[in-house]
């Protein structure tokens, strides 16, 4: 009875070890300590996969919802995913399957993590483009799992928009007056930057 238990027990965390899971950049908690960035009103630019939330969170400071505003800004982020197997014995697949069993991991997975933050006058062109790159390493196998390393990609990304926040912070004299230069955004005048921005993220 014992045995079967075991087996039982042993098979349930395969099978959560092997389940998806998907990394959702919105579900990030994004509150950290910010830089008073005082930065004129900016609209966000709404073909993103972060909300309006989310971006508001992590830009927290300059941003504008409506069009009173001297431009936009753009939130993106990416990720890649690359392995290399530890083990590749030809022909003796029992053998690799065996030393996974017993908790030797499949392969090394690297995870290259980006984020981006654009700044655009209220034209369309662009005032700045600022990015981040991170790195995260992880075992795949039975005993590690299989799914992103979703807790350590969230800890990264909120590390990078703080760094990206802090960078605009530093830069905020030069923003600002270019973002005069071109001035506020005029209603007539928005669907031509709009289209123009989407055209540079798409």
Same mark, same amino acid.
């Given at each position: ?11 349930g ?15 990030v ?35 504008? !919802? ?8 753009? @939130? %993106?982020? =990416?990720? &890649? #995913? *690359?392995?290399?197997? $530890? ?24 995870h ?26 992880t ?18 990304? !909120? ?8 960078d @605009? %912070?530093? =830069?905020? &004299? #030069? *923003?600002?007056?270019? $973002? ?7 209603s ?15």
């Open positions: 009875m014992k045995k079967k238990y075991a087996i039982f027990v042993f098979m965390f395969l099978l959560t070890s092997c389940a998806t899971k998907r990394f959702d950049i919105n579900a908690d994004f509150s950290y300590q910010y830089i008073e960035q005082n930065i004129l009103p900016l609209k966000f630019h709404d073909r993103s996969s972060v909300t309006l939330e989310t971006a508001d969170k992590i830009v927290k400071g300059f941003s504008s !919802k409506d069009t009173n505003a001297w431009g936009y800004y753009y @939130i %993106s982020h =990416s990720f &890649d #995913r *690359t392995e290399r197997k $530890l083990f590749d014995i030809i022909n003796i697949d029992y053998i690799t399957f065996i030393l996974h069993v017993v908790g030797v991991p499949e392969a090394r997975v690297n290259t993590l980006v984020a981006r933050v654009y700044l655009f006058d209220s034209k369309g062109d662009i005032v700045e483009i600022y990015e981040k790159t991170g790195f995260i390493m075992y795949r196998g039975l005993w590690y799992g299989y799914n992103l390393p979703i807790d350590k990609m969230a800890e990264e990304y !909120k590390k990078m928009f703080q760094e990206i926040i802090n @605009i %912070s530093a =830069s905020r &004299d #030069r *923003t600002n007056e270019i $973002l005069l230069m071109a001035g506020t955004m005029e007539d005048d928005m669907a031509g930057a709009y289209t123009k921005i989407y055209m540079i993220i798409k």
